[in-house]
């Protein structure tokens, strides 16, 4: 104790304590506090710098599911609208496949109808064709016939002759 | 410009740092009398508690040519408030005495130096006599506002920390992230800032981290300094150890909080009876204990790092007629190798005790009692 108070000397603990005293105040406003806020300042936006990297990149993931959903229902509905098409198509075959075979067996009836009726128009003018034919032929025949008088009366006779026979 | 003065400062410390042993073993390879170079264990003692105090000239080494002693080192200003008001000289004047038997006239005031105190002579007195108790009773002390050796030293490693933390603060307006040597000195502030302020104190510790700061860097450069051959051994005064540790004293005691004191004077949850008795106890920790052992601590392990190296190397000189000039000269080198590494070591250890545990007491005054 002794020789700790003899080490002691009054006047470099005054130098000191002012000297010292004096340092902090300067390193303070000079050295402590630009350098302690910098280094904040720093720090915060390199935590800023990775949260707003973590949001993007969870919005990157957003955008990514949000696109793929997209892409999804937009797949879902090329194929919606592809078997539509295909669909449509095959109606639309079918509609003009039926509507042919209509149009075709219509046509093919009003042929038969025009068809039988040009037969029987065909046919009845063949009849009266012939009939006139055959009662010119008849009346030719017949006047031929009736300008021979023995002739006739031959025949007469014979019928004659036959029916007293029945 | 700047550059080249730092690597300056550099070169200088690595070239005493090398030449450090040989400084001191120079001077005893002559055998001498009285006044030849110190080489007998009393002179040596002498010379070791005469380097752990604190001077008024900044002595480098001796040497010897034609048998006379030639001191080098320089002189510092010596500035004294005495009876006649404020005087000044260089220490020069002293021309090395440090028996007081050099008087030195100023302004009509007559000063001598005795054993590293200046005293003012009475009218009539021409040298300093003491009674029993070491008391001047010629003579009286007046205020010495010189620079000293270790004001010298304080007001250097100011001047460095400026600099360098000054010129790391500017770096910081032009970028964020700092180059050369301030790449160095920011993982340090980043250091005491999260492993010394922010554990200890906890979310007030923004307001006292200018302090801290400032007391590690200091007391770390200095006791770092105080490694070098220059020969400072500023954090060795207890004048400077019991400086900071009573400003640590004040910051924690302004800085306390309604709970700090309840828990200081009226201790809770335990038996009334004690709590008086507890009370003493707190307060005599809190205002005398505390930064006693900071004071202590610092001074002691210093000092004796200071002593032990200085006997190593002074091995070198005593051992020479058991172990040749060779063997001794060996032992003492490689013993104050190893020491000096250790020193090294504890230049940081002890700067950051101090830091830490003023941070701990600061902590302890400004903790809130919610979570209690």
């Not at chain 2, 922010?198 to 510790?205: D, S, T, V």
């Amino acid at each position: 104790m002794e020789q700790l108070l003899e080490n002691f000397s009054l006047d470099l603990f005054v130098k000191q304590t002012v000297l010292f005293v004096a340092l902090i105040f300067l390193m303070v406003k000079f050295a402590w506090k630009p350098i302690l806020n910098s280094l904040n300042d720093r720090e915060e936006g390199i935590k800023d710098a990775l949260d707003s990297a973590e949001r993007a990149k969870l919005e990157m993931e957003n955008l990514q599911a949000d696109n793929e959903r997209l892409l999804k229902e937009a797949r879902v509905e090329r194929e919606g609208m592809l078997k539509e098409a295909r669909d449509l198509k095959n109606k639309m075959i079918e509609d003009a496949k039926e509507e042919a075979r209509e149009e075709a067996s219509k046509l093919i009836s009003q042929a038969q109808s025009a068809i039988d009726s040009e037969k029987n128009a065909a046919i009845a003018e063949l009849k009266a064709q012939v009939a006139n034919l055959s009662i010119d032929i008849a009346e030719k025949v017949i006047k031929d016939e009736l300008s021979n008088k023995d002739k006739q009366m031959k025949l007469v006779e014979s019928m004659l002759g036959e029916a007293t026979l029945n | 410009m700047k550059a080249s003065f730092k690597k300056i400062i550099f070169i200088s410390f690595c070239l005493a740092w090398s030449t450090y042993p040989f400084a001191l073993e120079s001077l005893g390879d002559t055998e001498g009398k009285k006044g030849d170079p110190v080489n007998t264990p009393e002179e040596i003692n002498e010379y070791i508690q005469h380097h752990v105090k604190d001077s008024h000239d900044f002595h480098l080494f001796d040497y010897f040519s034609n048998g006379v002693k030639h001191e080098v080192g320089f002189p510092l200003p010596v500035i004294l408030w005495g009876e006649n008001g404020l005087t000044a000289f260089m220490s020069s004047e002293f021309h090395h005495d440090d028996s007081g038997e050099v008087v030195v006239e100023r302004s009509g005031s007559r000063f001598v130096k005795n054993h590293g105190v200046i005293y003012e002579l009475e009218a009539g007195a021409d040298t300093v006599k003491f009674d029993e108790k070491h008391h001047p009773t010629n003579a009286s002390k007046p205020f010495d506002w010189s620079i000293t050796k270790s004001v010298f030293g304080i007001l250097l490693i100011g001047f460095l920390m400026m600099l360098w933390f000054g010129g790391l603060a500017k770096q910081y307006k032009k970028k964020s992230v700092p180059t050369g040597f301030g790449r160095v000195l920011e993982p340090l502030v980043i250091y005491v800032r999260d492993e010394i302020a922010k554990p200890n104190i906890g979310p007030k510790y923004r307001q006292f981290t200018g302090y801290l700061m400032t007391v590690f860097f200091f007391i770390w450069i200095l006791n770092l300094v105080g490694l070098s051959p220059f020969g400072f051994n500023v954090t060795g005064q207890l004048a400077v150890t019991a400086a900071l540790a009573i400003i640590t004293l004040i910051i924690y005691l302004f800085s306390s909080n309604k709970h700090f004191w309840s828990h200081q004077l009226w201790m809770p949850g335990v038996p009334y009876l004690i709590r008086p008795l507890l009370a003493i106890i707190e307060l005599a920790g809190t205002l005398l204990i505390k930064p006693f052992a900071l004071m202590v601590r610092l001074f002691a392990n210093i000092t004796a790092g200071h002593i032990v190296v200085m006997s190593l190397i002074s091995i070198g000189i005593l051992m020479q007629k058991d172990m040749t000039a060779f063997g001794s000269t060996t032992l003492s080198l490689v013993l104050a190798m190893f020491i000096t590494v250790i020193e090294v070591l504890v230049a940081f250890l002890q700067a950051y005790i101090f830091t830490m545990l003023s941070a701990l007491f600061i902590g302890m005054a400004v903790e809130e009692g919610e979570h209690h």
